[in-house]
C-alpha cells in the first residue's frame, strides 16, 4: 500500500464521522494555538524591553552612593551622599574609557501653567546628558554649558509633562512654575516610553544640576552620576577606572568596603532579557499541556476506532493486507488529525496573537521559530499517541475479526 492510497483511505475513514473527527482534531488546534499565542506574548515582553534598554544606550554605567554601615547596620544602598560635581569632572578627565559624564539629582515636584499643574519628576542633568541617554530633542534646544554654570532657570520638558501642561499650543519660551520659580521652555523631548517597564521616561524635566541643586532641593551633593562609555566593548575598561579614581578621592584604604557602586547597563539588560526568556519558555510549556491532552484525545478516538473496525481489518487482512498495511493506515490517521488541527491551529494561535495586541494593547511577537515547534510537537503528538491503537489494529488475528459482530 503506498502513502498517498493510505491517506486517501485515512481520509475517507475520517470523513465518515466528520463532527467526531473535529471533535478529536480540537484537542490540537487549542494545543498549538495557545502555543503559539503564549509564545508570541513572551517573545513580544522580551523584545519590548531590549527595544527599551537599547534606547537608552548599551554603553551606560551609572554611579550610585553605597550604603552607611555604623556599628554593623547597614542603612542601605544610597544612604550615604558620598558623591559631588567635583567626583564627576575626575572621572571626566582621568578615566580614558569615559565618554561623556552627567551628575544626576532628581525629586518630584507640582508644576504649573496658567490653570493647568502636574506632578512629575525633575531631573537635574549636565548637557551632556542627552548624548549620554542617546536622546534626541524634538523642538527647540537643550540647555548648554554656560547655563548649567550659571545655574539658569531653564528646562527642557517630556513629552507626556508637555502635552499634560500645554497639549497642542507651542511651549518653547513660555514659563511654567516649578515649587513657584518661574523656568523658561527651551526644548521638548522626543518620546522614548516605559524605562523596562519600571518607569515612564517622557513624565519628567530636565533641568541644569546646579539650578535643581540651589533652587529646589537645597542640596550641595549629587544624587548619581550618568556616565557613557567611549564604546560597549569597553564598559568593563570604564567600571575599573571609575572605581580606581573614586576610592582614591574618597580615601577608601585597601580592603575596605566602596561608599558608591557602579552598574553596568548592558548587564541589566542581559539579565532582563533573559528574565523574560525565562517566562517565554514557562508560557510555552503551560500552553504545550493542552497539547498533550489533545495526544490523549486522539488515542482514545483511535482506540474506539479500531473496535468499530474491526470486521474492516480482518477483511483487509483476508484479501492480502499485511501487518504493517494496517499498522501505516491506522497511524496515518492518527497522524493526519493531529496535521490538520496543526495547520487550523496555527491560524487560531496568530489570530489570537493579534487580537491580544490589539485589545489588551500587549506587544506580541509571532516568530517562524514558534510556529514550525507547534506544528511538529502536534506531528509528534500524533504519532506518538496513535501508534498504541495502529499496533493493536495490525495484531488482530484475522479469523477472529471477520467473526467479530
Known sequence: MNILRTVRV????????????????????????????MISIGEGAKNAVEERFTSMGTNLLFVRPGSLSFRGRQSGAGSYNTLTPEDAQ??????????????????????????????????????????????????????????????????????????????????????????????????????????????????????????AQRRLLGIDYIQSIDVS???????????????????????????????????????????????????????????????????????????????ERIREIGIRMSVGAREKDILLQFLTEAVVLSVLGGVLGIGVGIATSRLISHFAGWTTLISLGSIALAFLFAGSVGIFFGFYPASKASKLDPIEALRYE
Open 10 to 37: 485515512s481520509m475517507r475513514a475520517l470523513g465518515r464521522n466528520k463532527m467526531r473527527s473535529f471533535l478529536t482534531a480540537l484537542g490540537i488546534i487549542i494545543g498549538v494555538g495557545a502555543v503559539i499565542a
Open 90 to 211: 575626575a572621572l571626566m578627565e582621568k578615566c580614558n574609557a569615559v565618554q561623556y559624564v552627567s551628575p544626576n539629582v532628581s525629586g518630584r515636584v507640582q508644576t504649573v501653567y496658567r490653570n493647568k499643574n502636574w506632578n512629575t519628576s525633575i531631573q537635574g542633568v549636565s548637557e551632556k546628558f542627552t548624548d549620554i541617554r542617546k536622546w534626541v530633542v524634538e523642538e527647540g534646544v537643550f540647555f548648554d554649558e554656560n547655563m548649567v554654570k550659571v545655574g539658569a532657570k531653564v528646562c527642557v520638558l517630556g513629552s507626556d509633562v508637555k502635552q499634560n501642561l500645554f497639549e497642542d499650543e507651542d511651549a518653547i519660551g513660555q514659563i511654567i512654575r516649578i515649587k513657584k520659580i518661574p523656568f523658561r521652555v527651551i526644548g521638548v523631548l522626543e518620546a522614548k516610553g516605559e524605562s523596562g517597564g519600571w518607569f515612564n521616561q517622557d513624565d519628567m524635566i530636565a533641568m541644569p544640576y546646579t539650578t
Open 229 to 307: 562609555a567611549t564604546s560597549t566593548e569597553n564598559t568593563a575598561k570604564a567600571v575599573a577606572q571609575i572605581e580606581e579614581v573614586l576610592r582614591i578621592r574618597h580615601k577608601i584604604a585597601p580592603g575596605a568596603e566602596d561608599d558608591f557602586n557602579v552598574r553596568n547597563w548592558s548587564e541589566m539588560a542581559e539579565s532582563a532579557s533573559e528574565s523574560m526568556r525565562i517566562l517565554t519558555y514557562l508560557l510555552g510549556g503551560i500552553a504545550a499541556v493542552s497539547l498533550l491532552v489533545g495526544g490523549i484525545g486522539i488515542m482514545n478516538i483511535m482506540l474506539v476506532s479500531v473496535t
